[in-house]
């Protein structure tokens, strides 16, 4: 492909209609795509970027009103499974939202107060019940009013529960509502996923600012234990609810039996783990036959050098990672490993060569082929002049619509859902390597982009892209590939 085609589905406008009917373009106002945008309502005029169809109720998959709530003790995961849930609903075009009962109590309480020693004991005093009480009915009002009131379809109930009384009578209430119930518990009991849930997520809270992390985890851990000294694991045989044990080490399915949406969600838990790992996204390199799908061209010399730096940049940054979490009071262990995804184009593997010749384990996978831009793979005037209506229709839609013999960013998002779901069970650090139009479908998955912004995302070669996973969202960091100069030294 020559160098002056350029990527159709970068454009990122939208069209108003003058009084003769003619297109006008018009500025969206872009969100931050920056910022993870999994805790905003779901917005309803807007489809899911894997979303197949829509209905008038709004409700998907022939299914009803659905609360999931959690189970647990802190620092085993359960917020982190009722985002990553939420997550791959809303993706799926459920729309879904999840309560955070902590978020409540911070709010009730105000900063820096904390709630009574006795607040979470069964035999808690009036003034505890009473406190506790009003903050789960501000909780269980707007989740019944987003699912009564905003056609929302899954409401996720993320709190402690941790008597089986207590969810039982939990899930007569819901049901008087007509809302079936699923319990999810994140049972944890090995010693080094909980130390490493606390370090990564509790310890960073106002109330242990300028503490020894090393004493924070200990102390937190030590709070936990005396607050909530009560707690039942799940065994009630008639109730739904899924078990799942020491980060995806077993999982147990009690019933869930009502229904094609929760075996989807049984589905997606099954390759779910809630321990932390980097995810890196790397384009690329410069090819012979530059963005061109049918070429599929081999790296040229400038994408050879760029190979190189990418391979250096990535390790030193992650060494300096480790010397900085080292630093700060955590283990000194190796790194965890890094796995290499790549799609099989020949460009996307030579990218990865110099990673794999230091001994980096690299994966194939050919549902990450770049989208297939069919018959648009010319220029810009070439497409004006040959697809005048698909240009247009292009202009309105760079999401859904797809051009002759193509593919659109929505039937990329469909077919990439296998590895979507591979990526929620890979344990290791991941770096993925592929096309930009891939890179900005995973990107829009773990960033909760919509589909306005998803096609316009961009990932310049002279950085890699970061996610850092955190209990209640992801965040995103870049990280420079600095250039060389003449005699091959590194220059920023």
Same mark, same amino acid.
């Given at each position: 492909?020559?160098?002056?085609?350029?990527?159709?589905?970068?454009?990122?406008?939208?069209?108003?209609?003058?009084?003769?009917?003619?297109?006008?373009?018009?500025?969206?106002?872009?969100?931050?795509?920056?910022?993870?945008?999994?805790?905003?309502?779901? *917005?309803?005029?807007?489809?899911?970027?894997?979303?197949?169809?829509?209905?008038?109720?709004?409700?998907?998959?022939? !299914?009803?009103?659905?609360?999931?709530?959690?189970?647990?003790?802190?620092?085993?995961?359960?917020?982190?499974?009722?985002?990553? %849930?939420?997550?791959? %609903?809303?993706?799926?075009?459920?729309?879904?939202?999840?309560?955070? %009962?902590?978020?409540?109590?911070?709010?009730?309480?105000?900063?820096?107060?904390?709630?009574?020693?006795?607040?979470?004991?069964?035999?808690?005093?009036?003034?505890?019940?009473?406190?506790?009480?009003?903050? %789960?009915?501000?909780?269980?009002?707007?989740?019944?009013?987003?699912?009564?009131?905003?056609?929302?379809?899954?409401?996720?109930?993320?709190?402690?529960?941790?008597?089986?009384?207590?969810?039982?009578?939990?899930?007569?209430?819901?049901?008087?509502?007509?809302?079936?119930?699923?319990?999810?518990?994140?049972?944890?009991?090995?010693?080094? /996923?909980?130390?490493?849930?606390?370090?990564?997520?509790?310890?960073?809270?106002?109330?242990?600012?300028?503490?020894?992390?090393?004493?924070?985890?200990?102390?937190?851990?030590?709070?936990?234990?005396?607050? /909530?000294?009560?707690?039942?694991?799940?065994?009630?045989?008639?109730?739904?609810?899924?078990?799942?044990?020491?980060?995806?080490?077993?999982?147990?399915?009690?019933?869930?039996?009502?229904?094609?949406?929760?075996?989807?969600?049984?589905?997606?838990?099954?390759?779910?783990? /809630?321990?932390?790992?980097?995810?890196?996204?790397?384009?690329?390199?410069? !090819?012979?036959?530059?963005?061109?799908?049918?070429?599929?061209?081999?790296?040229?010399?400038?994408?050879? !050098?760029? +190979?190189?730096?990418?391979?250096?940049?990535?390790?030193?940054?992650?060494?300096?990672?480790?010397?900085?979490?080292?630093?700060?009071?955590?283990?000194?262990?190796? &790194?965890?490993?890094?796995?290499?995804?790549?799609?099989?184009?020949?460009?996307? *593997?030579?990218?990865?060569? #110099?990673?794999?010749?230091?001994?980096?384990?690299?994966?194939?996978?050919?549902?990450? +082929?770049?989208?297939?831009?069919?018959?648009?793979?010319?220029?810009?005037?070439?497409?004006?002049?040959?697809?005048?209506?698909?240009?247009?229709?292009?202009?309105?839609?760079?999401?859904?619509?797809?051009?002759?013999?193509?593919?659109?960013? #929505?039937?990329?998002?469909?077919?990439?859902?296998?590895?979507?779901?591979? &990526?929620?069970?890979?344990?290791?650090?991941?770096?993925?390597?592929?096309?930009? !139009?891939?890179?900005?479908?995973?990107?829009?998955?773990?960033?909760?982009?919509?589909?306005?912004?998803?096609?316009?995302?961009?990932?310049?070669?002279?950085?890699?892209?970061?996610?850092?996973?955190?209990?209640?969202?992801?965040?995103?960091?870049?990280?420079?590939?600095?250039?060389?100069?003449?005699?091959?030294?590194?220059?920023?």
């Amino acid at each position: 492909m020559a160098q002056a085609a350029v990527d159709w589905f970068d454009f990122h406008a939208d069209y108003e209609y003058s009084t003769d009917d003619v297109p006008v373009p018009r500025l969206r106002r872009r969100s931050n795509v920056n910022i993870d945008a999994i805790h905003d309502f779901p *917005v309803d005029c807007e489809m899911a970027p894997a979303q197949l169809y829509s209905t008038e109720s709004g409700r998907l998959f022939h !299914s009803g009103k659905i609360a999931i709530v959690t189970v647990g003790l802190p620092a085993r995961g359960k917020t982190h499974v009722s985002v990553a %849930l939420s997550r791959y %609903l809303r993706w799926l075009g459920v729309k879904t939202h999840a309560f955070h %009962l902590g978020d409540y109590r911070r709010a009730h309480m105000g900063p820096g107060n904390d709630v009574p020693h006795d607040y979470f004991f069964v035999n808690a005093s009036p003034a505890s019940v009473k406190l506790r009480q009003t903050i %789960l009915q501000k909780c269980r009002f707007d989740l019944y009013h987003f699912l009564n009131h905003e056609m929302g379809q899954v409401a996720i109930y993320d709190a402690v529960n941790p008597t089986a009384e207590g969810r039982r009578q939990l899930s007569k209430e819901f049901l008087k509502h007509e809302i079936q119930t699923i319990f999810i518990e994140s049972y944890v009991d090995d010693p080094k /996923i909980i130390e490493q849930n606390v370090r990564s997520v509790k310890i960073s809270s106002p109330d242990y600012q300028g503490w020894n992390p090393n004493d924070a985890v200990q102390d937190y851990i030590r709070r936990m234990g005396a607050k /909530i000294p009560h707690f039942e694991t799940m065994d009630e045989r008639e109730l739904n609810y899924i078990k799942m044990s020491n980060a995806g080490e077993s999982i147990i399915v009690n019933n869930c039996r009502f229904g094609y949406l929760p075996n989807r969600i049984v589905f997606y838990l099954m390759n779910l783990h /809630i321990k932390s790992r980097q995810t890196y996204f790397a384009r690329s390199g410069v !090819s012979t036959g530059e963005d061109s799908y049918k070429a599929d061209g081999l790296l040229c010399d400038e994408g050879e !050098s760029y +190979s190189q730096r990418l391979c250096n940049a990535l390790l030193e940054h992650r060494k300096k990672e480790r010397e900085e979490f080292i630093r700060q009071g955590g283990s000194d262990e190796e &790194l965890k490993p890094l796995t290499v995804w790549t799609s099989t184009r020949r460009r996307t *593997v030579q990218t990865a060569a #110099h990673l794999q010749e230091r001994g980096f384990k690299v994966k194939q996978r050919p549902q990450m +082929s770049q989208l297939n831009p069919g018959n648009s793979e010319m220029t810009e005037e070439e497409i004006k002049t040959h697809y005048p209506t698909d240009w247009d229709k292009h202009q309105l839609d760079p999401y859904h619509h797809r051009f002759p013999r193509g593919e659109s960013y #929505h039937d990329l998002a469909v077919r990439m859902e296998p590895i979507i779901l591979e &990526l929620e069970r890979e344990k290791n650090d991941l770096l993925i390597v592929a096309h930009e !139009s891939v890179l900005r479908v995973l990107y829009g998955y773990l960033m909760a982009c919509s589909t306005s912004d998803i096609p316009s995302l961009e990932f310049p070669r002279n950085e890699i892209v970061e996610i850092l996973p955190e209990s209640y969202n992801n965040k995103a960091k870049r990280i420079p590939i600095p250039h060389t100069d003449t005699k091959g030294a590194y220059v920023p």
